[in-house]
């Protein structure tokens, strides 16, 4: 047997067709699989483009992430093995950071989505050597959205009162100030652009290169400011306009002055905080000119402390001089910002001693009455951004406002608590009447803390109008008021005796002159607080501009 076979192989007669036969069905077989590997190919094309249309369905709409993407899904008709995934998260496009790591997973305030589809492609071949009727194909596509809103808060203006404007702006600014009631007008109807009045700022002030952000953190001349405010007003043709003739003679005022200021508790420029000076990005931020120019002045005094005789002609009030203390932001806040959801703007901690003298009656000839009001930092959060495509005309912002907390006192106020912003005040009992016979001691303190977020939404129109919304509580000023008188606390003494029972008389009249002038005082500080900008248990926010990008794929 072992011959017969040695002779087998050494017989090479019809090798070739045998060497034939076997070479032909490793090719049939490559050819099969090159057909599934071709079909593979073909179809993770086709689901890798669903995966991406989903993704940037998703991104467009991210409140119903998921139904858009797996409507995209069926529309384009591929098998899917699972169900499709759909995370949402952050996308930061940081070139610095690696592409994998750029999408972070985020329950708030998402910006981008991320799908994962596995899909099928059945096997033609492939079965006989795999044992598999299919192969699965997984897709993954991130998309993400870039929406930013611009908005302000605070500088409310329910009336213009040229004189105490005048009073209270150039105290702040360090100069008189003579404009009237409709040049302050003109101020509150100019519109400028936010970027052309830094790029403006930044020629006059030499500081042209460098980035946005470089420029806000400059120590900047306070003239210098005024001055890009002035040329940012100005007409297409570079002509006067009534508005930039009222900037004109506050410039000419503030020629002498050596006052500088630092603009980033003023402008957060988010996004663009590394956008080089000259560059405009593709968002209008409009600012009307006496917004910026109050919110100038009130980071511009030094001291942030003025001083003011107001001179008047109210029933019930003899005399009247205002301090005024303006505080800082919180750190790192500003009163107008460009962001997307979670951006901040926040008004500026105020306080104001008013003391008054009211007209007495009876055995009282006047009472003595010094008001201290605080009023701590409002808030306005950007909670959301609805964008419709491909119209942008229907899109709006909802910001989350909230009031400032208010302490109120009748009681003496030492300057040197009055300017420590670190501790809060906490008024004495004062002389409201102080004779060589008569002696009224009082206090009297009201405060409002309960105040919770608010949303208020912006849609286009309101935006380009510069809609100014208010939230909190109306009329509070009055309210304040009566709420003090309420809470007055008296101690009555006599040639240096107290408790010799005339509190039952003496009381009561004190009472009723400070009552009698209520509405008077309640005139007077509202006027000083509208000049401000200033709500009481109020907070004043409005819209400067919207830009909605759409979905794009990202890495």
Same mark, same amino acid.
Not at 184 to 190: C, E, I, N, P, R
Not at 287 to 313: E, K, P, W
Not at 403 to 412: F, M
């Given at each position: 047997?072992?011959?017969?076979?040695?002779?087998?192989?050494?017989?090479?007669?019809?090798?070739?067709?045998?060497?034939?036969?076997?070479?032909?069905?490793?090719?049939?077989?490559?050819?099969?699989?090159?057909?599934?590997?071709?079909?593979?190919?073909?179809?993770?094309?086709?689901?890798?483009?669903?995966?991406?249309?989903?993704?940037?369905?998703?991104?467009?709409?991210?409140?119903?992430?998921?139904?858009?993407?797996?409507?995209?899904?069926?529309?384009?008709?591929?098998?899917?093995?699972?169900?499709?995934?759909?995370?949402?998260?952050?996308?930061?496009?940081?070139?610095?950071?690696?592409?994998?790591?750029?999408?972070?997973?985020?329950?708030?305030?998402?910006?981008?989505?991320?799908?994962?589809?596995?899909?099928?492609?059945?096997?033609?071949?492939?079965?006989?050597?795999?044992?598999?009727?299919?192969?699965?194909?997984?897709?993954?596509?991130?998309?993400?959205?870039?929406?930013? @809103? #611009?908005? *302000?808060?605070? =500088?409310?203006?329910? /009336? %213009? !009162?040229?004189?105490?404007?005048?009073?209270? +702006?150039? &105290? $702040?600014?360090?100069?008189?100030?003579?404009?009237?009631?409709?040049?302050?007008?003109?101020?509150?109807?100019?519109?400028?652009?936010?970027?052309?009045?830094?790029?403006?700022?930044?020629?006059?002030?030499?500081?042209?290169?460098?980035?946005?952000?470089?420029?806000?953190?400059?120590?900047?001349?306070?003239?210098?400011?005024?001055?890009?405010?002035?040329?940012?007003?100005?007409?297409?043709?570079?002509?006067?306009?009534? @508005? #930039?003739? *009222?900037?004109? =003679?506050?410039?000419? /005022? %503030? !020629?002498?002055?050596?006052?500088?200021?630092? +603009?980033? &508790? $003023?402008?957060?420029?988010?996004?663009?905080?590394?956008?080089?000076?000259?560059?405009?990005?593709?968002?209008?931020?409009?600012?009307?000119?006496?917004?910026?120019?109050?919110?100038?002045?009130?980071?511009?005094?030094?001291?942030?402390?003025?001083?003011?005789?107001?001179?008047?002609?109210?029933?019930?009030?003899?005399?009247?001089?205002?301090?005024?203390?303006?505080?800082?932001?919180?750190?790192?806040?500003?009163?107008?910002?460009?962001?997307?959801?979670?951006?901040?703007?926040?008004?500026?901690?105020?306080?104001?001693?008013?003391?008054?003298?009211?007209?007495?009656?009876?055995?009282?000839?006047?009472?003595?009455?010094?008001?201290?009001?605080?009023?701590?930092?409002?808030?306005?959060?950007?909670?959301?951004?609805?964008?419709?495509?491909?119209?942008?005309?229907?899109?709006?912002?909802?910001?989350?406002?909230?009031?400032?907390?208010?302490?109120?006192?009748?009681?003496?106020?030492?300057?040197?608590?009055?300017?420590?912003?670190?501790?809060?005040?906490?008024?004495?009992?004062?002389?409201?009447?102080?004779?060589?016979?008569?002696?009224?001691?009082?206090?009297?303190?009201?405060?409002?803390?309960?105040?919770?977020?608010?949303?208020?939404?912006?849609?286009?129109?309101?935006?380009?109008?510069?809609?100014?919304?208010?939230?909190?509580?109306?009329?509070?000023?009055?309210?304040?008021?009566?709420?003090?008188?309420?809470?007055?606390?008296?101690?009555?003494?006599?040639?240096?005796?107290?408790?010799?029972?005339?509190?039952?008389?003496?009381?009561?009249?004190?009472?009723?002159?400070?009552?009698?002038?209520?509405?008077?005082?309640?005139?007077?500080?509202?006027?000083?607080?509208?000049?401000?900008?200033?709500?009481?248990?109020?907070?004043?926010?409005?819209?400067?501009?919207?830009?909605?990008?759409?979905?794009?794929?990202?890495?």
């Amino acid at each position: 047997m072992f011959p017969a076979l040695r002779s087998f192989f050494r017989e090479t007669k019809g090798s070739v067709a045998i060497i034939a036969g076997l070479m032909t069905t490793v090719v049939i077989g490559m050819s099969a699989l090159s057909v599934d590997l071709g079909k593979i190919y073909v179809d993770k094309r086709k689901a890798q483009s669903v995966a991406d249309l989903s993704a940037l369905a998703a991104a467009s709409d991210l409140t119903r992430a998921s139904r858009a993407a797996t409507a995209t899904v069926q529309r384009n008709t591929i098998t899917v093995d699972s169900p499709i995934t759909v995370e949402l998260g952050t996308y930061t496009p940081d070139p610095g950071t690696q592409s994998g790591s750029r999408f972070q997973l985020a329950g708030t305030n998402p910006n981008a989505a991320r799908v994962t589809i596995n899909s099928r492609t059945n096997l033609v071949f492939g079965r006989v050597l795999t044992g598999q009727d299919y192969f699965v194909i997984r897709s993954t596509a991130t998309a993400a959205t870039s929406s930013f @809103a #611009s908005f *302000a808060i605070g =500088s409310r203006l329910v /009336s %213009l !009162n040229g004189g105490l404007l005048n009073q209270l +702006l150039g &105290s $702040l600014l360090g100069t008189n100030i003579t404009l009237s009631a409709m040049d302050y007008q003109s101020l509150v109807d100019a519109r400028i652009d936010l970027f052309k009045f830094m790029n403006q700022l930044a020629t006059t002030a030499q500081l042209t290169a460098g980035t946005y952000s470089q420029l806000l953190n400059s120590n900047l001349k306070v003239v210098d400011v005024v001055n890009a405010l002035l040329v940012s007003t100005l007409n297409s043709q570079g002509g006067a306009t009534n @508005a #930039s003739r *009222a900037l004109s =003679s506050i410039s000419q /005022s %503030l !020629n002498a002055s050596t006052g500088r200021m630092v +603009l980033t &508790s $003023l402008i957060d420029v988010g996004p663009y905080q590394t956008l080089p000076i000259g560059q405009r990005p593709n968002m209008t931020v409009n600012v009307a000119a006496f917004d910026l120019l109050n919110a100038t002045a009130q980071i511009a005094n030094g001291n942030r402390q003025v001083q003011l005789s107001l001179g008047l002609n109210l029933t019930g009030i003899a005399t009247a001089s205002l301090t005024l203390g303006i505080g800082e932001r919180p750190v790192g806040t500003s009163w107008l910002t460009v962001g997307n959801v979670g951006a901040t703007v926040h008004t500026a901690q105020t306080r104001l001693l008013l003391n008054l003298q009211l007209l007495g009656s009876g055995s009282i000839a006047s009472v003595n009455l010094p008001l201290y009001v605080e009023v701590a930092a409002a808030t306005a959060r950007l909670n959301a951004i609805n964008c419709t495509f491909p119209d942008a005309s229907g899109s709006t912002m909802t910001l989350g406002v909230t009031p400032a907390v208010i302490d109120a006192w009748i009681g003496s106020v030492s300057m040197a608590n009055f300017n420590n912003y670190s501790a809060p005040v906490a008024p004495m009992a004062v002389a409201l009447v102080d004779t060589p016979v008569l002696s009224v001691l009082g206090r009297a303190h009201v405060q409002i803390t309960n105040m919770s977020a608010t949303p208020v939404t912006f849609n286009m129109t309101e935006i380009n109008n510069q809609t100014k919304k208010t939230v909190g509580t109306t009329n509070f000023t009055q309210s304040l008021l009566s709420g003090l008188v309420n809470t007055l606390q008296l101690d009555i003494s006599v040639l240096g005796l107290l408790n010799l029972g005339l509190g039952g008389a003496v009381g009561p009249l004190v009472s009723g002159i400070i009552s009698g002038a209520t509405p008077s005082i309640d005139q007077l500080l509202s006027g000083i607080l509208q000049s401000l900008g200033i709500g009481l248990g109020q907070a004043d926010v409005w819209g400067l501009g919207l830009r909605c990008d759409g979905a794009v794929l990202v890495q």
